[in-house]
């Protein structure tokens, strides 16, 4: 019984004009250009701040970072890991624990 609605299903499907879709004009793609504000902002605290300079940077501006609240160490150890494994961001497990340290010691919740 079910074979047979199936197969009626599809035969019904191939007999419906698709004329009427593809007469439809295509979407509309237009480019944009956007021209983003430069920054000359860097990470305070010299060589402390080298693994942030060489990971974080990828895709965040040192202002991006910078302008975080506060969080615990805790948070953000789940900040840097989400990165890692939700936003794929290349960074070495070596890194992970110099990137809090310095985070917290800039940004750090009391």
Request: positive net charge; hydrophobic residues 70%.
């Given at each position: 019984m079910a074979y047979r609605t199936l197969a009626a299903?599809?035969?019904?499907?191939?007999?419906?004009p698709a004329a009427p879709y593809a007469a439809q004009p295509p979407f509309p793609l237009k480019s944009e250009t956007v021209t983003l504000p430069t920054?000359?902002?860097t990470f305070p605290g010299g060589s402390a701040a080298d693994p942030v300079s060489a990971n974080c940077v990828i895709c965040h501006s040192p202002g991006m970072v910078l302008n975080q609240p506060p969080l615990t160490q805790a948070a953000w150890e789940a900040e840097v890991r989400k990165m890692i494994n939700v936003y794929k961001a290349p960074i070495p497990d070596a890194a992970i624990a110099p990137?809090?340290?310095?985070?917290v010691q800039i940004k750090g919740a009391n």
């Open positions: 299903a599809c035969v019904l499907a191939l007999a419906l920054s000359t902002r990137i809090v340290a310095y985070l």
